[in-house]
């Protein structure tokens, strides 16, 4: 292997008294302000007019990389690491456009809701005379349970007591969504329409009972009753079965005490109990609903399955 001489070595093999290295063929002697085998500095003004020597090339290669603001934070400790996981997971899987109904992801809520849309702005720009008639007819009372039991309780929650500015509004959309989506369209139906029913049932059979024995009036039998309300109650009770228990227990407690708070207030008595009613009959449906709910979970990990298979 050849050697190769550096400039130390080179000013050391020129013996003393010798020829200076130009008078030899070489490069230029080197400047006495120098030092031996450094690279000269290029001088350069800074903004004060003062001359500054400009750091050479070769030390500027050799200087550390500046650090990036990430790279000095500090790392996450390890034993935090299985808790940060789970919940950046869980907030990436955040979708906030799947609370509201949609055509294809909940078709029974999104129809449903654009017909309560429909009926809510009937009641709130036509004539008082014609939106009374309607409502009267749809009134699930005893009279009209006794000449048309079908037809008014179905009529009777096309309509919502408030209108699109009630809580009941508001809760439709959020808790049927998310139970349509869990349970889907037909048995979340299934659901909405039980408990209207029987609630509805036992409050005006209870009515009719007073009126017989002499409790009520006969008037009573007659009083405007329809809405929303039943189901809605029903659904929320179904629903807390299917959440976590730190989101399903507050809410429905939440709920409840609404409900008993509205029964002290003693402003409609019959009403309230009947919210109460149906709350307690979607508790009951646990059971059911979570068979549903597990069902159709089965259900779509098989269908993947089978467009997976399908797509190979």
Sequence with gaps: MERIATADTQASATP???PPAA????????????????????????????????????ALACAPAAVSPSASTPAVPAEYAPRIAPALTALRGVRPW?????????????????L???????????????????QQASSTDVTHLLRDPFLVLVASALWIVGGMVSP???????????????????????????????????TEGTVGIAVLAGHLPASSLHRLDYGI?????????????????????????????????????????????????SLTIGIATWPLIRRWAWAAQVTRVVGAGRVEVAGV
């Design 168 to 202: 009941y509004a508001f809760l439709f959309l959020l808790v049927l969504t998310a139970l349509e989506r869990r349970i889907g369209g037909v048995r979340t139906a299934g659901v909405f329409l039980f408990g209207h029913i029987v609630a509805t049932l036992a």
């Design 16 to 18: 003393p008294g010798g």
């Design 229 to 277: 309300s039943f189901g809605v109650a029903t659904s929320i009770g179904a629903l807390a079965g299917l959440l976590r228990p730190w989101l399903g227990l507050p809410m429905i407690t939440l709920f409840a005490w609404t409900l008993i708070q509205s029964l002290l207030a003693f402003a409609d008595p019959m009403t309230n109990w009947g919210h109460l009613i």
């Design 23 to 58: 008078e030899s063929g070489s490069a230029a002697p080197l400047d006495s302000g120098m030092l031996d085998a450094m690279p000269r500095q290029r001088e350069v003004l800074d903004e004060a007019g003062e001359l500054v020597f400009a750091a050479p090339a070769t």
């Design 116 to 134: 309560l849309v429909v009926t809510s702005l009937i009641a709130q720009y036509a004539g008082p005379t014609l939106v009374g008639q309607l």
């Design 98 to 114: 799947r609370l509201l109904p949609t055509p294809t992801g909940t078709p029974f809520t999104f129809c449903y809701g654009v």
